[in-house]
C-alpha cells in the first residue's frame, strides 16, 4: 500500500457520487474506486441482515483493488454495517455518520438537532447514539424521509411535489425548535436548497459528504498516504447495466461520468 493506491468507496447505487464530489473537491490528487450497488439499491428499506450482508460483499470487491482506505458512502450501511466492515478489512473504515455527527455538534448553538434519512438509518437509531456519545445532553429529533431518494433521482428538487413534500415531512421537525439538521442521505443534499427554504436560514443543513471528505484527509494525512500527486482517474463499477448510473449520476457527482463497469453478482 502506498499514497498512490486507490481509496474504495461504495453506496447503494448513485446517492455515493456525492461523496466522492466531496472528495474530488477536499483531495483532487487522489484515485477513487467506487462501487454503486444497483442491482440491489435501495438499502434504505431493506433488513439490517441483509445491508450487512451487501456490504460485506461490496467491501470484498473493493479489497482486491488494493485500497489505502475504505469509505462507506451510504448512509444506510454506515448506520448498520461499520464494526463488521472494520472486522472484516485490513485498512481503516469511515463511515458518513460520525464525520456527519462531529459536524452537527460543531454547528449547534441551541443543542437542538434534527435528521433526516432513510427508514433504515432512523430505524437503526445510529445518529441519535453518535450525536449522544459527543454530547449526552442534545435534543434529538429524526423524521425517516423515503421519498426524498426518488424525488432527487428523478431531479425533482425544486419543483411543486418536492415543495410539497418537503414541507409535509418536515412539519414536525421546523416546529422542534432544532437550530441544525442533518442531511442523513447521500440523496438528500440534492434537496438542500428546498429543505433550507422550508426550515429558514436560522437552521443549518449539515451535508454528511462534506464532513466525510474531511475525515478522510484527516486519516490520509496521519498514516501519510495522501496522494502527493495525481494518482490517476477514478474507477466506477455497478451492478446492474450502467447507463442509467452514467445518465442519472450526473447530477450527483456534478461532473459527467464517463463510464461504468459492470460486474457480476
Ligand atoms: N445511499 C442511501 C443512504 O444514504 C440512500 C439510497 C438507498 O436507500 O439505498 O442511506
Redesign the pocket.
Given at each position: 500500500m502506498s499514497s498512490s493506491s486507490p481509496i474504495g468507496v461504495f453506496?447503494?447505487?448513485i446517492?455515493?457520487l456525492t461523496v466522492v464530489q466531496a472528495i474530488g473537491e477536499a483531495l483532487p490528487h487522489e484515485r477513487l474506486v467506487y462501487l454503486g450497488d444497483t442491482g440491489r439499491?435501495?438499502?434504505?428499506?431493506k433488513s439490517q441482515d441483509v445491508v450487512r450482508r451487501y456490504s460485506e460483499e461490496n467491501a470484498a470487491f473493493l479489497a482486491d483493488k488494493g485500497i489505502k482506505l475504505l469509505v462507506v458512502a451510504?448512509?444506510?450501511a454506515s448506520a448498520v454495517a461499520l464494526p463488521g466492515l472494520r472486522a472484516q478489512l485490513d485498512v481503516p473504515v469511515i463511515g458518513v455518520i460520525e464525520p456527519g455527527a462531529e459536524a452537527a455538534v460543531a454547528a449547534t448553538a441551541n443543542g437542538k438537532v434534527g435528521i433526516v434519512?432513510?427508514e433504515s438509518?432512523i430505524r437503526s437509531g445510529a445518529y441519535v447514539q453518535a450525536l449522544r456519545r459527543l454530547r449526552p445532553q442534545l435534543e434529538i429529533y429524526t423524521r425517516a424521509c423515503p421519498l426524498f431518494?426518488p424525488l432527487a433521482e428523478e431531479g425533482w428538487v425544486d419543483n411543486d411535489v418536492a415543495r410539497s413534500t418537503v414541507r409535509l415531512y418536515l412539519a414536525s421537525l421546523k416546529t422542534s425548535g432544532i437550530d441544525t439538521l442533518v442531511l442523513g442521505?447521500?440523496?438528500y443534499p440534492l434537496l438542500a436548497a428546498t429543505i433550507g427554504e422550508e426550515m429558514g436560514a436560522a437552521v443549518a443543513l449539515v451535508d454528511s459528504a462534506k464532513a466525510t471528505a474531511a475525515a478522510v484527509a484527516a486519516d490520509l494525512a496521519e498514516r501519510g498516504l495522501l496522494a502527493t500527486e495525481p494518482a490517476g482517474p477514478s474507477s466506477f463499477f455497478v451492478t446492474d447495466a450502467p447507463d442509467r448510473f452514467v445518465r442519472v449520476g450526473a447530477r450527483f457527482l456534478g461532473a459527467q461520468v464517463d463510464s461504468a463497469v459492470q460486474i457480476e453478482r
Open positions: 453506496d447503494s447505487g446517492g455515493g439499491t435501495p438499502y434504505g428499506t451510504c448512509n444506510t434519512g432513510t438509518t431518494v442521505c447521500t440523496h
